[in-house]
């Protein structure tokens, strides 16, 4: 799962390093790359999962790559919802926590012309997606299979 | 009793600070602010990436003399306790979420460089 963290090099890349200055255009698009490299994440995670792994030079077989994207940004949101409740296990509740306020830092980025986020502020949420990552790689299989089938499974009216 | 459409800005920084001052130093929040923003009704439906409705708010804690706290958990745990208190009042559709922000100040650069 190195590409979500590839992502995240992408979002520093684009704030460059300690002297750099940014543009707000670029600070927002890392916004945007660093709340993509915790939804991929979290893709690769249930695709990896139902359909295990593929390895590092192979290319996603289709089943992957459909369970993959059979995960929309607003079912993961909605989802994921539930997961803040202050009962819930520790990782998940870490990881929702952070999801939902990197999926609204990059509605803000992508669709408000009057949002600007400045270096600082994306090195937050670059520390900010890093933990989320790490929280959701390390919820127990039960945990993961309960997420698994809240995402993916649609249940129909008979 | 019905609940108004969402709580009073003072009943909502209220909130903000506790749950603040519940996860961080008083040293981390010397000289610290906070501000509210985008505080909406928001039922939004750009490209099914979004909230799914009900009121948001943005909190956003300002630390003018201070550098990157560095606490991942700690910003999951604020935001955390303002989600719980904003349910416990009533309003289960709400959200609060908890962002760091440093005001873009050339003297901030020339520490940086």
Known sequence: LT??????ESARRLVGGPRARPKHSDCNRAVSTVYYAVFDHLCRAVANKIVGPFGKYASPTENWVQVYRSIDHRRASEVLKKYLDPASPTHLKQFATHFARLQNARIGADYDPAKKFNKSEVEDLIDDATSAINHLDNVTKDEMAGLIVALVVRTSQR | MTLPS???EEVLLAIAWRAVRASYTADQLEGAKIELRNSVHSTFHVDDGSHSGGLLVEVWLIHPNNDHLRD?????????????EIYALGYKDALMLL????????????QAA
Not at chain 2, 72 to 79: H, K, L, Y
Not at chain 2, 99 to 110: K, L, N, Q
């Open chain 2, 99 to 110: 962002y760091h922000g440093y005001p873009d100040t050339p003297s901030r650069h020339r």
């Open chain 1, 3 to 8: 590409y979500s963290k590839d992502l995240l």
């Open chain 2, 6 to 8: 969402s709580p009073s």
């Open chain 2, 72 to 84: 991942a958990d700690a910003t999951a745990d604020a935001t955390g306790l303002m989600i719980q």
